[in-house]
Each structure stands twice: as structure tokens, then as C-alpha cells.
């Protein structure tokens, strides 16, 4: 054969071209790479090499050779996969096309990528227009460019910038739309932190009007830059001077202040209002030719766009000694917690936390002014079950419980009233009472919604008669309060979702679960003018525990307005969703849990390789403190729990008591009617005229909540000071 393929060379003859010279069985190649291919394959090749122009680019295209697997599949299977194919490609491009060109009565939205936005973007630029010239927003934090604002708004919660002298060559050009506020507000003084003072026991209450700058404690309390909550903590304490007579050496830590006073202004300093210039949102056209002002927002589906919010005028801000009072009458220091059920030792503990850290003025003697502004607590009892209707005489009915209870009576002593006072939540009246909501919150399928699972409360039966609540208790509608994990009062928790927002919108301040317990003054938070609530451990959502929301805000219209018609949801996962699809989250600051939920991190297993004091590694451990680590609670006490934080959140828990052994409040002698009743229901088979305090009696290791609670009790009975040196004078 080799010597015809000679011959027929030396002929001019090309073999292959008039008439085979070869074998048909063998196999053939165009190139020696088609050959090296061949041989390295497995047999299965979808790629082969195509010719190109030039030797040096190898192109890969589809092999169309017997040994595609469509091939081998068939031409009817093959077919039909072409078919699915090109089916899925117009789908796609009908998707794209829909989105695109619709407009704001005919948008449409996949049924498989379903939003919460209700909200045009005409909308979003009012609220956020309305939140900063309001002076609710002293962040430097960026206006997402969805909003579409063109021009800088006048910021007078910002101070000024600082002039600059020369402008890189590097930096690039402003974009269409402006993503920075312009600040025209008081100048910021940062405090020194505060320095250790000889002699001194305790650390210094803040200074009156100073305010803490968030941007700067979420840049050192970042879990998402990969910052500890210990080092967050101890920022925290020595910038306040809380370590005061504790403190080692560290090298300079003067650079770690985060509290600021405002500087005074001149009348002619403040920029009149008028002068500031109405954001135009660019609006370009759809290949249609139609203008679409809500390009790039996606609507839920099945709804309209909101109409324009009612809003009233931006409020004007007040500095400095431009306040005529300590305290802003239209905006009152006010916390707030919500509580079901009959007041116990939980709610107990909490209030006593209010009245050992906040400044209240329980220290001075009759007659003495106060130099800063006290705050309030406003405990909102719902009086039954969450789905009832309260009863005419609910209000004296409240009182009159109040009164005989042994955990309650004492705040109701005249020295408290200015400070603690109770409230009778009423579901109708409140929701009546809300712009927003009362002419449509009727028309609800259920008020009990949390994170889209709703529970349907009968309208037969609106569990608002006593007898009903008597013989269905078991019933998680008649349920009042938690009284063990098993009969946990979801109804109650659901309500309080919304009470909260609630609260907060109609009479503005900071709203607080009552699962919350105080560990410092909160005087420099009082003063940050933005809403805030913190992180949900390591996820990219809210926790409401804590929700500061300003009075009547544009922020508030819009979550009432949202929920409305996304189920009446107000869970802390679905709020997060409101404010992300909306571009509003900047204007709910996201604080770092480390301030307020110390402990969250660790018990979820994160920065376990470097726990912050105490560790626990769930929140049980608070109640009963590992023997390993029991020792520590009466050591260190109040001081070494959690030093820094502004509170502490033991998430739920209801079920446990505080101190086991002594379940009864134990304020001496101008309480004592109440601890003996308390006592005697702790101990039905003991004498309460027959009791001696014995040690024998007591716990030997004493957990977390135990110590807490005694040492608030003892500052009421007179026995040491507060947190920061004083004396309760009755």
C-alpha cells in the first residue's frame, strides 16, 4: 500500500481526491492536532479546534461529529431539547423586555422575585428630603443612587465641610446623580476621654447635651469589618470612663472618643431654608418613547404605587443654648416597653435597671433642679390576652392590680411617679389613632402576622370576656403571658412587633423590650437626632429589641404604610426588607449589636476564639451560670458584666426567675407589705411572721441574674450608691 501512495505521488496524483488510496476503516485527520485531540479524548468531546487565519488563535466550536451526545441521543430527543432551549431564551428575553419597558401602572414583576416596595421613587426622595432637612440625619453615610437625587441637600445635623485646598487629578468626575448631603449644622467639639481622677470610685456621668457620633462607634464595632466585641467594649468604656480606678496602662488611647457637644451658632449662620434646591430626578426615556420615573424600582405585585405621603413640615432643629429648656417639651426622653400578662419579676428587674443607671435626679434633695433632661419610662400593659378588647373599666382594673401586687406596687411610691408610669394599651385606640392606618386596618384578614406566618384569630370570638380567657387558657389566643417555654404567649410577642412602631411614631423617644436590662446612662445616644436599632447577631438585619424612631417622622408614614400591604408584618426580618428594597436603611442606622446584645455573637459561635466578659454560650447561662464560671458573679458583680455596653438583652426567658432563692422583691422596710405577701406566695408552707434570713437558705454560688438583682434591690434599700456614686434620698 506504501508503495502505491509512492507511485501515485510521483504521478501528481492527490490521493483522496479521484479515488481512494486508503483504507475506509482507518481513521483520517485534517491536522496533527485533530490527531493529539483525538488520542488525549476521552471519546466524549463537545469542543473541537476550527482553522483560524492565523496559527497562533485556537478556536474551540461544537463538535457536530457522531460523537455528540444529542447525536447519540437521537434526532427526536434532540429535538425537543432544542425546543426547551429556545422556549427558554424567549422567556427570558420577554422577562427583560417587561421590566424595562413598563411603567408605573403596567410594571410588572416575576411571580418568582416578588418585593415589598409600594413606594414610587417621588416618594422615596420626599422621605428621604424630609428625614434630613429635619435634622434626623447626622451620618455621613451615602444616599443610595436609586433615589436619584441631583443635587446636594443642605444637612443641618452635618457640620461643614472642611475646605479643601487641592483636588486630585485622580478623582473622577460627579456622576448624574449625588449619593452626599451638604452639612450646614453646628460644628462638633469632640470630647477628650474621660481621664482617671485620684479618688475617685466611680466614673463620671456623660456631660449633659453630649451625643455619641455612631458612624464613629460602627467603625470600631464593625462585625462585618471583622471587629470584636471585647475590643468594642473597651472602646466603649474608657472613651465614657467607665474604667475609672480600673484602668491599666495601654499606651495613648486619646484618639478613642466618640462623644462630641455641638457649638453654638449665630442666627446668621443658619442657612434659610428656602435656599435650598428641590432634587430633580433624571428621568430618560424607554425605548418605547415613554417616560418611566420608577426605572430600576420594582413594585409588588397586585398593588398600586402609594400616593404622595402627607407630611407636615420639616421640623426645625434646635442647638445647643438655642433651647430654652434642658429638655425639648415636643420631644420628651421617653422609653418605652410592652408588657402581657401580670407584672412579675422580669419587667420588676428592668424598671429597677432604669432607676439604678439613667439620670433621674433621685439623688438631690427636695427642692434641687436637675441640670440635664430626665428621662421617662413608659411601661404599656395590655391588661388581656393580645386578641381581646379591654373593657370599659380596663384602667382601673390595671391600677387596681398594680396596686396589690407585691413586683409592682413599689414604683407606684410618690418618689417615682415623674419617672415611671404605667400605660394601658389599647389596640383600637391605638391604631385608630395612627394617620396611616386607621382608615384601612379593618379590612385585614389578621393583625397577627410575624415573618408571614399569620394566626387567625376567630371573629366569633374576640377573646374579650373573662370567662372565655378562664376556660381556654390553654388556647394560644386566650394565652396571657409566657409561663413556661411551652405555653409561650406568641399572640403577645406578635403584638408587641407592632406596638412598638407604634409607640415610637405617635409620642417619638426609644423603645426597649422589657427582656432589657440597663447597664449605663443613655445620655449620649438621647442626643444622635437619626433613628437607629441594632444588628441581628451576624446577619445583615434588624433587631427592634432596641428602636428609636423621632415623632410623627417621614420614616415611620412609610413602614406603616408598606406593612399595610405586605400582611401587617412589622417582624424585625420583614422591616429589614421594607427599608432594603426601598433604599432607606441608612435611614434606620444599623448600630452594632456589641452595644445593646453583648452576649448574641458568642451564644450563635461566633468570636468564641475571643469571648468578651462574661461568656455565655447561650442565653440560659445567664440564669444558670455554668459552675465553672459561678465564681465570677459575686467577684466582680455589677462592674464586670458586660462594662461598656448600654444593655444587656436576655432574650426571652420568662419563664425563669431571677433569683431562685429569694423570689420575692426584697426592698426593705418601707416595702415590707409587699415582700411578705411575695414571700409568703414563694413559700405557701412557711410561716411569713415565723422567717429568718439564714445563709443556709441561700444559693452557694450565686448566677448572673441573682447578682443584677440584688444589686439593684440594694440601692433602693439604701444600703450603696448607684453606678456612678449616688444615693437614693427619698
Same mark, same amino acid.
Given at each position: ?631 465570677? +458573679?459575686?467577684?466582680? !458583680?455589677? &462592674?464586670?458584666?458586660? *462594662?461598656? #455596653?448600654?444593655?444587656? @438583652?436576655?432574650?426571652?426567658?420568662? =419563664? ?12 426593705? +422596710?418601707?416595702?415590707? !407589705?409587699? &415582700?411578705?405577701?411575695? *414571700?409568703? #406566695?414563694?413559700?405557701? @408552707?412557711?410561716?411569713?411572721?415565723? =422567717? ?34 449616688? =444615693?437614693?434620698?427619698?
Amino acid at each position: 500500500m506504501a508503495a502505491r501512495y509512492f507511485a501515485a505521488f510521483q504521478r501528481g496524483i492527490t490521493p483522496g481526491r479521484d479515488r481512494p488510496f486508503y483504507d475506509p476503516h482507518l481513521p483520517s485527520y485534517s491536522s496533527a492536532v485533530r490527531e493529539k485531540m483525538h488520542l488525549q479524548s476521552s471519546g466524549r468531546q463537545w469542543l473541537i479546534p476550527m482553522t483560524a487565519s492565523t496559527r497562533r488563535i485556537r478556536l474551540q466550536s461544537p463538535n457536530p461529529g457522531p460523537q455528540s451526545r444529542l447525536a447519540r441521543v437521537g434526532r427526536r430527543r434532540g429535538f425537543v431539547c432544542r425546543c426547551v432551549a429556545f422556549l427558554a431564551v424567549v422567556f427570558s428575553i420577554a422577562v427583560i423586555v417587561l421590566m424595562l419597558l413598563g411603567n408605573e401602572e403596567s410594571h410588572w414583576t416575576p411571580p418568582f422575585r416578588d418585593t415589598t416596595l409600594v413606594f414610587g421613587r417621588e416618594n422615596l426622595q420626599r422621605i428621604w428630603r424630609w428625614e434630613i432637612e429635619s435634622g434626623h440625619y447626622p451620618s455621613n453615610g451615602k444616599i443610595p443612587e436609586q433615589i436619584g437625587f441631583t443635587s446636594a441637600i443642605l444637612n443641618p445635623a452635618l457640620p461643614p465641610a472642611k475646605a479643601h485646598t487641592l483636588i486630585s487629578p485622580f478623582t473622577p468626575p460627579p456622576g448624574p446623580v449625588t449619593t452626599i448631603t451638604r452639612g450646614v449644622g453646628p460644628r462638633r467639639a469632640y470630647l477628650e476621654n474621660q481621664k482617671q481622677s485620684v479618688g475617685a470610685a466611680y466614673p463620671p456621668r456623660p456631660i449633659p447635651g453630649s451625643i455619641a457620633d455612631l458612624d464613629i462607634i460602627l467603625e470600631q464595632c464593625n462585625f462585618s469589618e471583622g471587629k470584636y466585641v471585647r475590643d468594642c467594649l473597651e472602646f466603649l468604656r474608657v472613651s465614657a470612663g467607665l474604667d475609672n480606678g480600673r484602668r491599666f496602662r495601654r499606651g495613648s488611647v486619646d484618639g478613642w472618643k466618640y462623644s462630641f457637644m455641638e457649638e453654638d451658632r449665630l442666627e446668621e449662620e443658619i442657612p434659610p431654608r428656602a435656599t435650598q434646591a428641590a432634587p430633580i430626578l433624571p428621568v430618560g426615556p424607554y425605548p418605547t418613547g415613554r417616560q418611566n420615573s420608577n426605572a430600576g424600582l420594582m413594585k409588588k405585585r397586585n398593588v398600586q404605587w402609594e400616593r404622595p405621603l402627607e407630611l407636615p413640615p420639616p421640623e426645625q432643629p434646635s442647638v445647643g443654648s438655642n433651647r430654652t429648656t434642658a429638655c425639648d417639651p415636643e420631644n420628651l426622653r421617653l422609653f418605652h416597653m410592652f408588657w402581657a400578662g401580670p407584672f412579675n419579676e422580669k419587667p420588676y428587674v428592668a424598671l429597677l435597671s432604669f432607676l439604678f443607671t439613667q439620670n433621674l435626679g433621685l439623688h438631690l434633695e427636695p427642692g434641687q433642679e436637675l441640670n440635664a433632661c430626665r428621662p421617662q419610662i413608659w411601661l404599656w400593659i395590655n391588661p388581656g390576652p393580645a386578641a381581646a378588647v379591654p373593657n370599659p373599666s380596663a384602667l382601673t382594673d390595671m391600677y387596681d392590680a398594680l396596686k396589690t401586687n407585691p413586683w409592682a406596687a413599689p414604683f407606684l411610691h410618690p418618689r417615682f411617679k415623674n419617672v415611671i408610669k404605667f400605660r394601658l394599651w389599647n389596640t383600637t385606640e391605638q391604631l385608630d389613632s395612627n394617620l396611616e392606618l386607621r382608615d384601612e386596618w379593618r379590612k385585614m384578614d389578621t393583625l397577627f402576622n410575624s415573618g408571614g406566618v399569620t394566626v387567625s384569630v376567630p371573629a366569633e370570638n374576640p377573646a374579650g370576656s373573662s370567662s372565655a380567657i378562664l376556660t381556654k387558657t390553654g388556647d394560644m389566643v386566650h394565652r396571657l403571658g409566657s409561663k413556661s417555654e411551652a405555653t409561650y404567649d406568641r399572640l403577645s410577642v406578635i403584638l408587641s412587633d407592632m406596638a412598638r412602631f407604634i409607640v415610637t411614631h405617635r409620642y417619638g423617644g426609644i423603645y426597649l423590650d422589657a427582656d432589657t436590662i440597663f447597664l449605663r446612662d443613655w445620655e449620649e445616644l438621647w442626643g444622635w437626632k437619626g433613628a437607629f436599632a441594632y444588628r441581628w447577631s451576624y446577619h445583615e438585619d434588624y433587631n427592634t429589641a432596641v428602636l428609636h424612631l423621632n415623632k410623627g417622622s417621614a420614616l415611620g408614614s412609610f413602614l406603616f404604610r408598606t406593612a399595610l400591604k405586605n400582611g401587617f408584618d412589622f417582624h424585625p426580618v420583614a422591616v429589614s426588607k421594607y427599608l432594603k428594597e426601598a433604599h432607606l436603611e441608612n435611614l434606620l442606622l444599623r448600630v452594632p449589636d456589641a452595644l445593646f446584645d453583648p452576649a448574641w455573637l458568642n451564644t450563635e459561635g461566633y468570636q468564641v476564639e475571643r469571648p468578651t466578659y462574661p461568656f455565655f454560650a447561650g442565653f440560659a447561662d445567664f440564669f444558670d451560670t455554668p459552675e465553672v464560671h459561678s465564681a465570677a +458573679p459575686q467577684v466582680v !458583680g455589677f &462592674e464586670g458584666f458586660f *462594662r461598656g #455596653a448600654f444593655s444587656y @438583652h436576655f432574650h426571652n426567658f420568662w =419563664w425563669k426567675p431571677f433569683d431562685p432563692a429569694r423570689n420575692w422583691p426584697d426592698l426593705g +422596710p418601707k416595702f415590707a !407589705g409587699g &415582700e411578705r405577701a411575695a *414571700r409568703a #406566695a414563694a413559700n405557701p @408552707h412557711a410561716d411569713p411572721d415565723d =422567717w429568718s434570713d439564714k445563709i443556709t437558705d441561700d444559693k452557694r454560688d450565686l448566677d448572673w441574674a441573682t447578682v443584677l438583682k440584688r444589686t439593684f434591690e440594694a440601692y433602693i434599700r439604701g444600703e450603696r450608691p448607684n453606678m456612678y456614686g449616688e =444615693w437614693l434620698r427619698w
